[in-house]
């Protein structure tokens, strides 16, 4: 079965600050993994995604993140977030045995709280 | 425009009542979803559905009940089962149930009993 968890619940930052999300898996497969932007009263929002290939994955609004598998870590960063970034960010992951998938999993979010 | 179509935005449910939360999309996607999320708790998956007239539960499908008679539409009835119904109800879905597509997800229903 797989397993997401997102260490922090909530990450305040300083507006123009470096900022890294981090989030953790737990899977015994191949795994797609998935960083989601929710602002509030919204849905989801698909910031980046990981399937295979190249380990540092580019994201929309400046983001991208880096698949670590001997850590089992999908963490989000950004070099320098803006106010428009305050939002909830979900990590997601998908693994696929080859006889079926189980879906998407997510963890529980963490609140990104930039302050000017 | 494609995309995901949840109605209605706000729901209030009396105790005992039935409602049906729509969730429409023209995306020509297979698969579709229901999640519920709470505070601090993030998404948990209710039902799910891969190809049209066909679903499955999901982690917490006590309380809840779903249709997949046409591909676009994938209602959510909240039966009076369902002991702690307020929350945010959010629909998705993609292209296909392996995933390693995106899932698009629409604005959601915040239901709230009264």
Known sequence: ?116 | DGGITQSPKYLFRKEGQNVTLSCEQNLNHDAMYWYRQDPGQGLRLIYYSQIVNDFQKGDIAEGYSVSREKKESFPLTVTSAQKNPTAFYLCASSLRWIMNTEAFFGQGTRLTVV
Do not use: M
């Open chain 1, 1 to 116: 079965a797989q397993s997401v968890t997102q260490l922090d619940s909530q990450v305040p930052v300083f507006e123009e600050a470096p900022v890294e999300l981090r989030c953790n898996y737990s899977s015994s497969v191949s795994v797609y993994l998935f960083w989601y932007v929710q602002y509030p009263n919204q849905g989801l929002q698909l910031l980046l995604k990981y399937l295979s290939g190249s380990t540092l994955v580019k994201g929309i609004n400046g983001f991208e993140a880096e698949f670590n598998k001997s850590q089992t870590s999908f963490h989000l960063r950004k070099p320098s977030v803006h106010i428009s970034d305050t939002a909830e960010y979900f990590c997601a992951v998908s693994d696929y045995s080859g006889g079926g998938a189980d879906g998407l999993t997510f963890g529980k979010g963490t609140h990104l709280i930039i302050q000017p």
